[in-house]
């Protein structure tokens, strides 16, 4: 287990105050409920001159019945929620571009108070009548996988607790997932999936804070067995995000070599293949019934033959552990192809051969670039 206090972590935690997100307090002085701990809103409660139990009541209202006014919550005097609106704010970021592909899926253009945005899919599952919420967690992102459009744009800034729990509590809005006021409406649970913009782990700090948040049984009441934390292999953060979170953890591979993955996902000069999967078999809770999930992006005659994926099989020997074959969503600019069906056939018959479930993934949203590796958030993609 890798050392909490070692200088890698904390240059790490360095970097990502670098690019820190504005404050919780509105150009009005009214103070953002949304994105506090439950410590941090029973003290605005007490600064304000109210007693504890009015900050279990709105994070109740907050986060379980997905309230946005305070005139709303019943439970509590008028006179009280006028107190509560002159103080405090429950905000949800602006929905600056809300798009609808052909398959259904849908994304979200994300606008917040300083007006930098991004972007945030909605996957529906017809079956169980539920989907998947693939969230952000950058402004951009500095790690330039040569096969993801996001990394073309630059790192703008971190998103706040409050801005990671936000898209979640917007996505819920539009697609209608809160119970009603008397609890007739079916509670149905998204999953959460950090897949959207961004590297997750080099935004820990606010990234663990909002799946605290999430994870609240009195709130919104998400197992950690439905959020999904996806890292190209910040290596000294993975250690402590599965002990403090606990969340499904994905891995976004691509490669089985060091000089291939070194090109593709540069992160790998820093991290190589032999550290990553050391820290995929310390991380905690691994399990046949919780497999590590690697993500593999198929690009046509870089990584896709049967040697790549015999050599893969050799690589993850003893994880237990699922890989996701990911057809390559060409975006405007991409330099590379999507490997042919009969070559993404093969690779995934070998991995299954050797005991590994390797589902092809059906790309979602492709005709509104909301598939996989195809979110970028510059403020072209609302006005063009």
Excluded at 125 to 145: H, M, N, P
Aim: aromatic share 8%.
């Amino acid at each position: 287990m890798s050392d909490l206090t070692a200088p890698e972590r904390e240059r790490i935690l360095a970097k990502a105050a670098l690019f820190a997100p504005p404050g919780p307090v509105l150009a009005d002085g009214r103070r953002d409920l949304v994105g506090l701990s439950r410590a941090e809103l029973a003290a605005e409660v007490a600064a304000v001159g109210e007693q504890p139990f009015r900050a279990k009541q709105l994070w109740h209202w907050i986060y379980h019945q997905g309230v946005r006014e305070f005139s709303a919550m019943s439970s509590i005097a008028r006179p009280l929620q006028e107190k509560f609106a002159e103080h405090f704010v429950i905000s949800r970021p602006e929905v600056a571009l809300d798009q609808r592909a052909r398959d259904e899926t849908r994304k979200f253009l994300f606008k917040f108070r300083d007006n930098e945005a991004v972007e945030t899919v909605y996957i529906p599952d017809r079956v169980e009548d539920r989907g998947a919420v693939c969230i952000s967690s950058q402004v951009g992102c500095t790690l330039s996988c040569r096969f993801c459009h996001t990394g073309t744009q630059r790192l703008a800034r971190n998103l706040s607790a409050a801005e990671i729990v936000g898209q979640f509590l917007a996505a819920r809005d539009a697609y209608g997932e809160w119970p009603s006021p008397k609890g007739e409406t079916p509670r149905l649970l998204s999953t959460i999936v950090l897949m959207g913009m961004g590297e997750p782990l080099y935004n820990y700090e606010n990234v663990a804070k909002a799946m605290k948040i999430v994870m609240d049984g009195e709130g919104i009441g998400l197992s950690r067995r439905r959020i999904t934390l996806s890292t190209s292999g910040v290596v000294p953060m993975m250690d402590r995000a599965g002990e403090e979170l606990g969340v499904n953890l994905a891995v976004s591979l691509h490669a089985v070599r060091d000089d291939l993955r070194d090109e593709i996902v540069p992160l790998n000069r820093k991290y190589p293949i032999k550290e990553l999967i050391a820290a995929c078999k310390r991380y905690p809770g691994a399990s046949n019934a919780r497999r590590i999930t690697f993500e593999y992006v198929m690009l046509k005659g870089i990584n896709d033959s049967e040697t790549d994926a015999r050599a893969l099989v050799y690589l993850i020997a003893g994880l237990p552990a699922k890989v996701n074959l990911i057809p390559f969503n060409p975006w405007p600019g991409s330099a590379y192809e999507t490997s042919t069906p009969a070559a993404i056939r093969k690779f995934a018959e070998i991995v299954m051969a050797a005991g590994y479930a390797s589902p092809i993934r059906t790309p979602r949203g492709q005709d509104i670039l909301a598939a996989c590796g195809q979110l970028k958030s510059l403020e072209q993609t609302a006005t063009g």
